[in-house]
T-cell receptor, first 113, second 110 residues
């Protein structure tokens, strides 16, 4: 079975650009999560979908971050416009639902100059 | 303060020794997950816990919901155990959101 896949694995952007990160969850999973990981803040939840419906949009990240899930097997995270402080690893995870193991993708390492 | 507090923040072990990592929760926690992030950055799920204990090879984890903590015991540490260990709390109900600790960075040396 394929795990969670994420593309691209690395992204370099100039300040002010728009970037789109992509995630494909494990087939059959109903829940999908986007996290941001930095050394200082650790792992922070950006967005959480259940059966394509947005359950949580991570409050502080509403401004320039938008996650979408147009079908059950694909999600995007758009950052617009990017700022240097957005440099981080963006992780996607999926699970069957509440009280179930979350499986993580390999992450996208974003550098904003 | 941190809702999920992990200790220690870093740990160095000699190969073959044992150790324990701990998470204390200050939020309502129904289930706990433990993950290992390897040096390449991949997060691997180690345990999914309801209150009680699970064991897998050289790893054993306990979740005590009454006292709001979880532990991860590593027995006979090996070089490949090196990485950062994260615990995460799930509040329960229909919300699957996890709140993560800041991690314990483990280095196993020969």
């Amino acid at each position: 079975d394929a795990g969670v896949t994420q593309t691209p694995r690395h992204e370099v952007a100039e300040k002010g650009q728009t970037i789109i990160l992509k995630c494909e969850p494990v087939s059959g999973h109903n829940d999908l999560f986007w996290y941001r990981q930095t050394k200082i803040q650790g792992l922070e939840l950006l967005s959480y979908f259940r059966s394509k419906s947005l359950m949580e949009d991570g409050g502080a990240f509403k401004d320039r971050f938008k996650a979408e899930m147009l079908n059950s097997s694909f999600s995007t995270l758009k950052i617009q416009p990017t700022e240097p402080k957005d440099s981080a690893v963006y992780l996607c995870a999926s699970s069957f639902g509440a009280q179930d193991t979350q499986y993580f993708g390999p992450g996208t390492r974003l550098l904003v100059l | 303060g941190d809702q999920v507090k992990q200790s220690p923040s870093a740990l160095s072990l000699q190969e073959g020794t044992n150790s324990a990592l701990r998470c204390n929760f200050s939020i309502a926690t129904t289930t706990v997950q433990w993950f290992l992030q390897n040096p390449r950055g991949s997060l691997m799920n180690l345990f999914y816990l309801v209150p009680g204990t699970k064991e897998n090879g050289r790893l054993k984890s306990t979740f005590n919901s009454k006292e709001s903590y979880s532990t991860l015991h590593i027995r006979d540490a090996q070089l490949e155990d090196s990485g950062t260990y994260f615990c995460a709390a799930e509040a329960g109900g229909s919300n699957a959101k996890l709140t993560f600790g800041k991690g314990t960075k483990l280095s196993v040396k020969s």
